[in-house]
């Protein structure tokens, strides 16, 4: 197939997969949810754009779109204990695996800055439209141990920050194994 | 046939099974398929970052040498057996889709199936498998690479997936090459 026909290809298969209707389109994309293209995407971070390297001041910061940080490729249970943590909270299941990429950037910037609890809160809120800022207490960063009450605690022990909710079952745990930050309260 | 220049990072002793019994689809990433850094000034230095990255989440805990091996690969192809999603309008037109099609573009777990479907579909129209997908992505994190990488020129570096189930036939080894690596 010439570089023409490919293209002409590529449109036509746009043109197909927009005459769905949003449910056969929605009942289509299930079929692929774990097929080779969807891992490799996935696995290799292609949906992030590039990494940026962030140097202005906290209040420039607040404006730069989450999607422009530098997001690490690392495993996923290295940085948030996801299955306890969405089993807590199945309807922000979808925004609890979008920030599972987070603390990289919150940490370097943190780092940087310096920047507390109170300005991670609008971060999460006004950058992740997670839940509403009300709803969301950031606590100091933790060392969890294994004596810890909360089970999904238990099953991660490490250093962590702890954002609890005042909603019962809406906490969250972002863990960062190898961070040696101090926590800004 | 295009031949396509790439860098793949891996431990002593993959590398010298590679070498010895060829490339082997396996868990790798995610089992889909064989990563490599395509030819740049930097591919080195990517092929080295990855191999940090697996090392650091201790993927070559069970080999007997673990210190780092660059292997310099030609990937042989056809030019209809590539296909180049950043050149060939597929990222708009998935873009496009999930608008309209209420798909949450900020959910990459959600988007990802899109290319899934739509490359699928566009191989279907064209009666053939890619054994080659060309796709950017972002540099390894700092702890890793530590290139002060020039994204504001070059964008994200491009990365070559090697799909084919047979991928003896497509690659050959031209160098490979052990880096110290502490």
Redesign the interface.
């Known amino acids: 197939?010439?570089k023409r026909k490919?293209?002409e290809?590529?449109?036509?298969?746009?043109e197909?997969?927009?005459a769905?209707s949003?449910d056969e389109?929605?009942a289509?994309?299930?079929?692929?949810?774990h097929?080779?293209?969807?891992?490799?995407?996935?696995?290799?971070?292609?949906?992030?754009?590039?990494?940026?390297e962030a140097e202005s001041s906290y209040d420039d910061y607040r404006y730069i779109s989450y999607?422009r940080f530098?997001?690490?490729?690392?495993?996923v249970n290295r940085y948030i204990a996801l299955p306890e943590v969405s089993s807590y909270i199945p309807n922000l299941y979808?925004e609890v695996?979008?920030i599972t990429y987070a603390p990289?950037p919150f940490f370097s910037l943190q780092e940087k800055w310096g920047f507390g609890n109170i300005q991670l809160k609008e971060i999460l809120t006004d950058q992740l439209?997670l839940i509403d800022k009300e709803d969301i207490f950031v606590s100091s960063m933790v060392t969890v141990s294994t004596n810890n009450t909360f089970p999904y605690m238990q099953a991660f022990p490490g250093k962590a920050i702890l954002i609890t909710s005042s909603t019962p079952g809406n906490d969250i745990i972002i863990r960062d194994e190898?961070s040696e930050l101090e926590w800004a309260a | 046939m295009d031949i396509i220049e790439g860098s793949h990072g891996t431990s002593i002793s993959r590398a010298s099974n590679i070498r010895k019994n060829g490339w082997k689809m396996q868990p790798g990433?995610?089992?889909?398929?064989i990563?490599f850094w395509a030819k740049s000034i930097y591919y080195i230095e990517l092929a080295q970052a990855w191999y940090r990255?697996a090392k650091?989440?201790e993927r070559y805990r069970d080999d007997d040498n673990i210190a780092c091996c660059i292997i310099l690969v030609h990937i042989k192809c056809k030019?209809?057996e590539m296909l180049d999603?950043e050149t060939?309008?597929?990222r708009l037109?998935i873009l496009?889709?999930a608008i309209?099609?209420?798909?949450?573009v900020?959910?990459?777990?959600?988007?990802?199936?899109?290319?899934?479907?739509?490359?699928?579909?566009?191989e279907e129209?064209?009666g053939?498998k890619y054994k080659v997908?060309s796709?950017?992505?972002?540099?390894?994190?700092?702890?890793y690479f530590e290139v002060d990488?020039p994204?504001n020129i070059l964008?994200?570096p491009l990365?070559m997936?090697v799909?084919d189930n047979n991928p003896d036939d497509i690659i050959d080894i031209i160098e490979a090459r052990e880096l110290r690596d502490e």
């Open positions: 197939m010439n490919l293209s290809a590529i449109n036509e298969v746009f197909e997969l927009n769905l949003e389109f929605k289509e994309l299930k079929k692929h949810e097929g080779d293209i969807t891992r490799i995407i996935l696995e290799t971070n292609a949906l992030y754009a590039c990494e940026i999607d530098n997001l690490p490729v690392a495993s979808q695996e979008w990289a439209s190898e | 990433m995610a089992g889909t398929g990563y990255q650091a989440e030019e209809d999603i060939e309008g597929v037109n496009k889709l309209e099609k209420k798909v949450n900020k959910s990459h777990k959600a988007i990802a199936p899109v290319f899934d479907l739509y490359v699928k579909r566009l129209k064209a053939i997908l796709i950017k992505v972002p540099t390894p994190r700092k702890d990488y994204y964008g994200s990365c997936v799909r």
